[in-house]
Structures are given as structure tokens and as C-alpha cells.
């Protein structure tokens, strides 16, 4: 969740506290109110969705490295050892097997690994004669295909991370207008109580950026939401 969306989350909930603190049973507050509330469980269960999305990639990319070290040390290395072998007696199949390169992308990685895995296994009756056996070549088609499954793992993951982000930012662009819907309604019940006002005013701020601890006067962080100017040193209200 960047800082714009979790500013507006932490608005939100400020806004929707204060609404609780300070009830009404006009059908438009409550309306607006359940409605808000929706969208913060919204934002709340789409900010999970985007961190496992991340903690998700992270795994399965610390996965397909350690696939990768194990089939660029252990079982394509067996494989091209052996294919080297079996040259004496079929002089092309030597130049079949080669290790991939370490610099390779993943998919790169995947499309070598897996034809050396499928010449070795249209070979398999002269390599075993020169030292292969079935097991190796098992585990290489294993290690190829949770290769593969670790490649999608990761789209998977950065696709869903993705939709979560693009659905927060449009989450929060509904909170702001909730929150100027809320606005209008609270200004109006207000308007014979400052002190309701002023206190409503400080909940319905959404701050744009860190405030600087100073020696000289107090200068208030900028704001953003709807009608602000998003000029430096201003505070825009949300409404």
C-alpha cells in the first residue's frame, strides 16, 4: 500500500470513528456511513491481498534459485558429464548438452533445462549405457517442472499484488468522495456547534506528507483529497 492510499485508510478511519462517536439517524448519514465503512474492510482486506502478493513472489523466487542452483550443479552437470561420455559412440550428442549459462533469465533457464531434458530422454538408451540411470533423469524432470511451477508461481503473484494495488487506489478514490458526501452532512448538523466542526475538520484531513518538527511556528503539512490544490505548505480539507 503506497503512502497515498494508507493516508487515506488512516483518514478514513478517523472519519469513521468520529461518525460513531458523533451518531445520526438521518438516512443519509447512515447510508453514507455503512457505505464508508464497506470501503475501508475493502481497502483492509485488499492491503493483505498486496502483501501476501509480495511475500508470495518473494518465495517462490528464493524457490526457483534453489531449483536452479541444483540443476545447474547437480543434474544437468550428471547429464552433460554422461552426454560428453556417450560422444564416443554418437559424436553429435555432445554438442546437445551444454550447461545453461548463469546469466540466463528464468525463462531462458526453463526453455534449456527443459530440452536437455527431452533430448536425454529420446537418448536415454546410449546414455544409460555409458553411466546415466533412470533415477537422475527422474529428478531432472521433477526439478524441470517445479522449475516451471515456480515461474508461474511468481506471475501469479506479481499479477495478483498488481490488481490488489490498482484496486486500492480505486478504493480510495471512492473514501474521498464518501468523505465529501459525509461532509456536506456534517456541516449542516454542525453549523450551531464550532467546536463539533473544528473537530470534524481535523478528522476529514488527509495529510500528504511527513511534518517537520521545527523551532519557529507551526506550519501545517500539506493536504490532498478532493478540492485540494496540492500545493506545498496548504491544508485542504477532503471535501
Known amino acids: 500500500m503506497n503512502r497515498v492510499v494508507s ?8 472519519v469513521r470513528d468520529f461518525c460513531d462517536t458523533n451518531p445520526s439517524t438521518d438516512p443519509s448519514f447512515v447510508s453514507v456511513l455503512g457505505r464508508l465503512k464497506e470501503a475501508i474492510n475493502r481497502m483492509v482486506a485488499l492491503g493483505s491481498r498486496q502483501v501476501n502478493g509480495l511475500l508470495s513472489r518473494h518465495a517462490s523466487t528464493v524457490n526457483r534459485q534453489q531449483i536452479r542452483r541444483r540443476l545447474r550443479n547437480d543434474l544437468l552437470r550428471h547429464l552433460v558429464t554422461i552426454a560428453q561420455d556417450a560422444s564416443a559412440e554418437k559424436p ?8 545453461p549459462g548463469f546469466n540466463l533469465s528464468s525463462a531462458r533457464f526453463y526453455a534449456a533445462s527443459k530440452a536437455m531434458l527431452e533430448t536425454g530422454i529420446a537418448e536415454k538408451d546410449v546414455l544409460l549405457k555409458h553411466g546415466l540411470s533412470e533415477k537422475p533423469l527422474d529428478d531432472l524432470a521433477t526439478a524441470v517442472a517445479e522449475f516451471e511451477g515456480s515461474i508461474t508461481a511468481t506471475n501469479i503473484s506479481r499479477e495478483d499484488h498488481i490488481g490488489a494495488r490498482a484496486e486500492l487506489q480505486q478504493v480510495s478514490e471512492e473514501v474521498l468522495q464518501l468523505v465529501q458526501m459525509m461532509d456536506g452532512i456534517n456541516r449542516y448538523r454542525f453549523r450551531g456547534d464550532p467546536h463539533l466542526l473544528v473537530t470534524w475538520e481535523a478528522a476529514k484531513h488527509v495529510v500528504s506528507g511527513p511534518q517537520v518538527k521545527s523551532d519557529g511556528p507551526v506550519v501545517p503539512a500539506p493536504a490532498e483529497g478532493p478540492g485540494s490544490s496540492g500545493q506545498a505548505g496548504e491544508v485542504k480539507p477532503a471535501a
Open 92 to 99: 553429435a550428442l555432445g554438442d546437445q548438452f551444454e550447461i
Open 7 to 14: 493516508r487515506r485508510l488512516n483518514m478514513a478511519v478517523r
